[in-house]
């Protein structure tokens, strides 16, 4: 109901800074009537302004309170969800004896959580915001909302198939701290050699360096592009918005009122690539929690594979370094 409330008074915000330029500045019928009153350029030009704070203050304060609202939800579902697990450890035999629980409650929960608090709340709220610019753009002028859609399916098209390859590394770094975890326990309960104890926990460390740094590169990646992608559209407006106010075509309020749409454009756009990206991260995370607690062993033929992909990864060959 507060990401509803809060389209209106978007839709405010983007049309208000037309009607200050357009109605307050650039007009020349003074005095005109509001509500009966009879007001000349400056009043009517504060009674805009006024407005606009109003709409702005308005805008900010539902998002606070969805925002503080979002956090108690997470730490409400955290909490549940962590007594869940530990439950379910307990009552398992075989589960109450490995040490994996640890970085499970402490960590691997965490981003559960947090996704937990905006699985409803952020589609609506962003989604509804991209809409609103949408419909603000296309009434100014159908051209230049159509302009503001040309690089939206490239994004569509690439960056899910780049996440796709950061959800495989991010199995595979699962995989590893919960390796490091049991090695750690194992040498607190049988208290190994320095020498043997160091070896182990510098290969995992190396492993786990070599996958966030892969990790690190992609993600980067697929953020440069988005905002290569994102910065191309203001171009387009640039150069025919320009031409359509030298035609008369558009107001150069209707011009500046778009691009300033534009501008919070990008913002929605791009928390709704980064909803898919945890809800892809929370997807995997949640199954190899219920994995774990599964017990069922994975096929010859995964763990195989799995083990000649965590080799690769300790032992990376000498042309993908010199590559890389």
Request: a positive charge.
């Amino acid at each position: 109901m507060l990401s509803l409330l809060a389209l209106p008074i978007l839709y405010l915000t983007l049309e208000l800074p037309k009607q200050i330029v357009n109605n307050a500045l650039e007009s020349a019928t003074f005095p005109v009537e509001v509500l009966g009153q009879s007001l000349d350029q400056v009043i009517f030009l504060l009674l805009l302004c006024g407005l606009y704070l109003l709409s702005i203050s308005l805008n900010g304060l539902i998002k606070y309170t969805l925002n503080v609202f979002k956090g108690y939800t997470a730490e409400r579902f955290l909490r549940r969800f962590r007594l869940l697990i530990y439950r379910r450890w307990r009552s398992d035999a075989e589960a109450s004896e490995q040490s994996e629980i640890v970085p499970i409650l402490a960590q691997e929960v965490e981003p559960i959580g947090g996704f937990a608090a905006e699985v409803l709340t952020l589609p609506v709220l962003q989604g509804g915001t991209l809409f609103t610019i949408l419909l603000f753009m296309f009434i100014q002028d159908p051209i230049l909302g159509a302009a503001a859609l040309t690089v939206l399916p490239i994004q569509l098209i690439l960056l899910p198939k780049l996440q796709r390859r950061v959800n495989t590394l991010s199995r595979i770094r699962i995989k590893e701290v919960r390796d490091l975890g049991r090695q750690l326990s194992e040498q607190l309960r049988e208290r190994q050699g320095a020498s043997s104890g160091l070896s182990a926990a510098g290969a995992s460390f190396k492993a786990l360096e070599q996958v966030r740094r892969r990790i690190f590169r992609l993600k980067f990646f697929i953020k440069a592009l988005n905002n290569f992608l994102t910065a191309l559209t203001p171009f387009l407006f640039y150069s025919l918005g320009g031409y359509f106010v030298i035609e008369g075509r558009i107001t150069l309020g209707a011009l500046v009122a778009v691009l300033a749409a534009h501008k919070d454009f990008s913002a929605p756009l791009k928390e709704l690539f980064r909803y898919y990206q945890a809800l892809e991260d929370t997807r995997i995370r949640y199954q190899e929690i219920t994995t774990f607690f599964a017990g069922t062993p994975p096929r010859m033929e995964e763990q195989q594979s799995a083990g000649v992909h965590r080799l690769a990864i300790r032992r990376p060959p000498e042309h993908a370094l010199s590559q890389t």
